[in-house]
């Protein structure tokens, strides 16, 4: 199954789609720590993305999509994939499609997180992260079961996203309600779309959305 999370910065993507992994085994597809991985390892990619992303705009529509590419080749994909944080344009879906045909797969469903913007910066704000196994945390909402220790594995180290400051917060909203709120309706049309409140706590979350894949496999 190839299935979309759609939602603004901070909307439960990234942890929705771990728990995915974690608990049905599906392979997420995150553009944003692709591109992360780019700038740690430096990368040709690493070096245009950086300073845009710190800014909070787009990366080009050309470089994340060779970077799905790449990934719909891997192997470990061909069963279906969650794609987190793309596509993000009109352009970006149309390619996705594209990147999916040509492969003799299909796009399944768009989950759309619905969510109070006023929320998001005080997700996005308290959001960290493990230093070891990228496991992810949030100040107020999730802190890990021993205070300052990684219930994933153990580590002491964490980190955060030097794009989550309530500055660039609002650039990256501003874009999604300009570039990326706009594929909806072009989902909708297909009949593809699900709306979760993302608003609620996370199991609830996980549980709106494992009944729709649920219903979906049939
Ligand atoms: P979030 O989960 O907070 O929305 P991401 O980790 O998905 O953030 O993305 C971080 C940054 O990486 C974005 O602000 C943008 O600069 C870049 N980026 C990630 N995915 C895409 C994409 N599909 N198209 C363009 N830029 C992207
Ligand atoms: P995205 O990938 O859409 O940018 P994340 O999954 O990284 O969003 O979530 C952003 C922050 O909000 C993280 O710190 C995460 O722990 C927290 N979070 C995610 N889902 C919820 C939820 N349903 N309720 C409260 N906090 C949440
Ligand atoms: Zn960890």
Same mark, same amino acid.
């Given at each position: 199954?190839?299935?979309?999370?759609?939602?603004?910065?901070?909307?439960?993507?990234?942890?929705?789609?771990?728990?995915?992994?974690?608990?049905?085994?599906?392979?997420?597809?995150?553009?944003?720590?692709?591109?992360?991985?780019?700038?740690?390892?430096?990368?040709?990619?690493?070096?245009?993305?950086?300073?845009?992303?710190?800014?909070?705009?787009?990366?080009?529509?050309?470089?994340?999509?060779?970077?799905?590419?790449?990934?719909?080749?891997?192997?470990?994909?061909?069963?279906?994939?969650?794609?987190?944080?793309?596509?993000?344009?009109?352009?970006?879906?149309?390619?996705?499609?594209?990147?999916?045909?040509?492969?003799? !797969?299909?796009?399944? #469903?768009? /989950?759309?997180?619905?969510? =109070?913007?006023?929320?998001? *910066?005080? &997700?996005?704000? @308290?959001?960290?992260?493990?230093?070891?196994?990228?496991?992810?945390?949030?100040?107020?909402?999730?802190?890990?079961?021993?205070?300052?220790?990684?219930?994933?594995?153990?580590?002491?180290?964490?980190?955060?996203?030097?794009?989550?400051?309530?500055?660039?917060?609002?650039?990256?909203?501003?874009?999604? !309600?300009?570039?990326? #709120?706009? /594929?909806?309706?072009?989902? =909708?049309?297909?009949?593809? *779309?699900? &709306?979760?409140? @993302?608003?609620?706590?996370?199991?609830?979350?996980?549980?709106?959305?494992?009944?729709?894949?649920?219903?979906?496999?049939?």
């Amino acid at each position: 199954m190839n299935i979309i999370l759609l939602g603004p910065p901070g909307a439960g993507k990234g942890t929705q789609a771990s728990r995915l992994e974690a608990e049905r085994g599906m392979i997420q597809l995150s553009t944003g720590d692709m591109l992360r991985a780019a700038v740690k390892a430096g990368t040709p990619v690493g070096l245009k993305a950086k300073a845009v992303m710190e800014a909070g705009e787009l990366v080009s529509d050309a470089i994340v999509s060779a970077l799905i590419g790449e990934r719909l080749d891997q192997a470990d994909t061909a069963g279906g994939a969650i794609f987190d944080g793309y596509p993000r344009t009109e352009a970006q879906a149309e390619a996705l499609d594209l990147l999916l045909d040509e492969r003799g !797969r299909k796009l399944d #469903a768009v /989950i759309e997180l619905a969510v =109070d913007e006023d929320a998001l *910066v005080d &997700r996005i704000t @308290g959001r960290f992260t493990c230093a070891a196994c990228g496991a992810g945390y949030h100040d107020r909402y999730k802190q890990p079961a021993a205070a300052g220790v990684c219930d994933v594995c153990g580590s002491t180290e964490f980190k955060r996203r030097p794009d989550d400051n309530a500055e660039t917060v609002r650039t990256r909203m501003a874009e999604y !309600r300009a570039k990326t #709120a706009p /594929i909806l309706p072009v989902y =909708d049309a297909r009949g593809i *779309v699900h &709306r979760v409140d @993302g608003m609620a706590d996370m199991d609830a979350v996980a549980r709106d959305i494992a009944a729709i894949l649920d219903s979906l496999a049939g």
